[in-house]
């Protein structure tokens, strides 16, 4: 980096301020929902420290292996016109390599040396790119920012180099951990889909279950409509008839596609008896093939909540098809309930309890049965488990503020109860 002759200044003072604006600066990172919010605050931030109004800020995107311009204040020329500089662009070599700031002569020199016959090397040594900060990550460059004021340019202190050294280094920082927040939650959202998936094979034998009678009325009605086709009371009749099946049939489609497609968390008033009825239908076909035997028993005026229809279907078939999986070898029975549940603070939330008289589970696995990927299915390709199931359930739960428990006696069976919080009428 070249040294820069700066007008003399009170050391202590200047440090002081220095403090301040860093302080500040990682406070303005706060926690942004968006990579073009924080990278706004990125480059704000240093065009204001170095006094600097217009500027462009590039980030790494390893899948097309360049640079990507993420947000640019003004219009700066040539580089910054472009959407993404290559790896192999003699700039990002030198940053890479050589990991500190450049000002305009550092540049030039910089790219006149790297490539002499390189004419884009040329073009961009002549631009007016007064300075070039690098943003590193474990010694990695992952973004720079490219720098030039209005006016002719300024000699920069010292102090606001390091300055403007360690802004970029909690810029890199935050940036590192927005974008491995963003790779977790692609990652859970996946995991949320293909659990999703996993249980669409009963789903859909549930779906084929639940349409026989409808198609068997709308069949019978087609067959007998030509030769009673006067009968204005038949025809009325099974109209009517044929028509709330065929509604019927079109609800049990949007379930279906609404549960395979992910959406983003939505809270909307919901009845929990009708949702944990609607999975119970789902599954009925494949209980009935088991011999295994569904009592129900639904609280009466149940307070509605505020959930994830979706998200709450799914923990609830997972636990459902866990609990049949417990009970593969013999036939058993499955116990679904729904209670109110006052809570010490006076509030009424609601409950969900799922017992099955399984095989149980053994107190040494009791403790981990929420880790992601541990599982205890190993025992047939059939029933073999992926370890996630419990995991999302629990984080789904925890996601509406409410809590899951679970508790378990070997040979006996199991028993899952889901608290949620409610809303008052």
Known sequence: MTDRTAPQSDPCESGTTSLQRLTQFARDMGHPTSLPIIAERILSG?????????????????????????????????????S??????PLVQHLAHHQDILDSSALTDSLCRAS???????????????????????????????????????????????????????AANALDSFLLYEDLRQSQALMRRT???????????????????PLTS????????????????????????????????????????????????????????EIVSSCLYFIQAKADSRGIKIEKDLAHELPRGML?????????????????????????????????????????????????????????????????????????????GTGLGLTIAHQIIQEHRGEIQVQSTVEIGTTFRINLPSHRD
């Open 218 to 273: 709308i069949k019978t009605f087609i067959q007998l409509a030509p030769e009673r086709k006067d009968d204005a009371q038949f025809i009325g009749e099974f109209s009517r008839i044929v028509l709330d099946d065929v509604n019927r049939i079109e609800r049990l489609i949007q379930e279906i596609l609404d549960y395979a497609r992910y959406m983003e968390p939505r809270l909307t008033d919901e009845d929990l008896n």
């Open 308 to 384: 994830d229809r979706q998200q709450i279907k799914q923990v609830l078939l997972n636990l459902l098809l866990n609990a049949m999986d417990a009970m593969s070898e013999k036939t058993g029975t499955l116990r679904v309930r729904t209670t109110r549940l006052p809570k010490a603070d006076g509030e009424v939330w609601t409950q969900i309890e799922i017992e099955d008289t399984g095989h149980g589970i053994s107190p040494e696995n009791l403790d981990h049965i929420f880790d992601p990927f541990f599982t205890t299915k190993h025992a047939s390709a059939v029933n073999e």
């Open 46 to 82: 240093l065009s204001e420290v170095s006094r600097h109004s217009q500027g462009v800020l590039y980030l790494l995107n390893r899948e097309r292996e360049c640079f990507c311009q993420v947000v640019s204040q003004a219009q700066l020329p040539s580089i910054a016109a472009s």
């Open 195 to 213: 659990d999703r998936l996993r249980s669409l094979e009963t789903i859909a034998g549930g779906f084929a279950h639940e349409i026989r009678n």
């Open 84 to 89: 993404a500089v290559p790896l192999s662009h």
């Open 116 to 170: 002499s016959n390189n004419s884009m090397s040329v073009q961009l040594a002549a631009l007016p790119i007064d300075l070039v900060i690098p943003l590193l990550n474990r010694g990695q460059l992952i973004a720079f920012v490219l720098l030039r004021p209005k006016i002719e340019t300024t000699v920069i202190p010292s102090h606001t180099i390091e300055l403007l050294a360690a802004m970029a280094q909690n």
